[in-house]
Nanobody, 128 residues
């Protein structure tokens, strides 16, 4: 059982920065996917950034590429999301997640369907 707890959300002005952190416990052996998602406006949560633990390859959605950075620290059991140059459209509830354990990775790292361990979320609000 993997347990995930997000922190670091809050309010910021456009152009500012926030850093989200996800503490996790019970992480499995082998390679798997870890990702940050936001609620989005569609039926499914929107993948923002992901990392494959096999070689720390990272994936980003086009909407955040160049502004957000995902990183993990396996010694501290944390998955962080550094959010720079924030825009009002980045306002949302953000979730961290773990998936792809049986397969050793995710076919679609930014797709929420392959993730089955989720945190409770942390709110990010960007406004002037």
């Amino acid at each position: 059982q993997v347990r995930l707890v997000e922190s670091g959300g809050g309010s910021e002005q456009p152009g500012g920065s926030l850093r989200l952190s996800c503490g996790y416990s019970g992480h499995p052996d082998g390679a798997y996917c870890m990702g940050w998602f936001r609620r989005g406006s569609g039926f499914e949560r929107e993948g923002v950034a992901a990392v494959w633990t096999g070689n720390d390859r990272t994936y980003y959605s086009d909407s955040v590429k160049g502004r957000f950075t995902i990183s993990r620290d396996n010694n501290k059991n944390t998955l962080d999301l550094q959010m720079n140059s924030l825009k009002t459209e980045d306002s949302d509830m953000y979730y961290c997640a773990v998936g792809g354990i049986e397969r050793g990775g995710c076919l679609s790292p930014l797709g929420p369907r392959e993730y089955y361990y989720w945190g409770q979320g942390t709110q990010v609000t960007v406004s002037s």
